[in-house]
């Protein structure tokens, strides 16, 4: 069924599907919609899941924030979300873009279990000299 709901001022659609005892949350890739998932939404939905399939602000059917947003932005829409719900230890599937907002979600709240399907991972901060010795003069 499509949702929607106000997190942090933008509206954020989403469908929230079946009534399993466990849920797992579907985040797509960068320039995508909850659409690309559908697939997966079937068959969790035929596994007895719980199913919510989120466009990501600015893609989809949701609000583009007024500024850039980076995986902190999203990760932090996803936790909101979460909380809203109600929803206790998600499994998380991500895919691409998804997959870095799920790493960063499962490094900070708990999970059930996270599922990457052609994720993106998380940067390492590297400094100056890293990036310098890289060079080969």
């Not at 690309?36 to 596994?47: D, G, M, R």
């Not at 007895?48 to 924030?65: A, C, L, M, T």
């Not at 902190?72 to 997959?99: D, K, M, N």
Request: proline fraction near 4%; aromatic fraction near 8%.
């Amino acid at each position: 069924m499509d949702k929607e709901t106000r997190l942090e001022g933008l509206k954020l659609h989403y469908t929230d599907s079946g009534k399993g005892d466990k849920t797992i949350v579907l985040m797509h890739g960068w320039g995508c919609n909850h659409t690309t998932v559908a697939s997966i939404e079937a068959v969790a939905l035929s596994c007895g899941y719980r199913v919510i399939n989120v466009d990501f602000p600015g893609f989809g059917e949701s609000e583009e924030p007024a500024d850039v947003w980076g995986v902190e932005q999203y990760t932090r829409q996803i936790e909101a979300l979460v909380r809203e719900l109600g929803i206790v230890r998600p499994t998380l599937l991500g895919h691409s873009f998804g997959g870095r907002v799920g790493i960063l979600y499962s490094s900070r709240n708990p999970v059930d279990k996270l599922i990457l399907v052609d994720a993106a991972g998380i940067k390492p901060k590297r400094s100056l000299n890293y990036y310098l010795s890289l060079i080969h003069i």
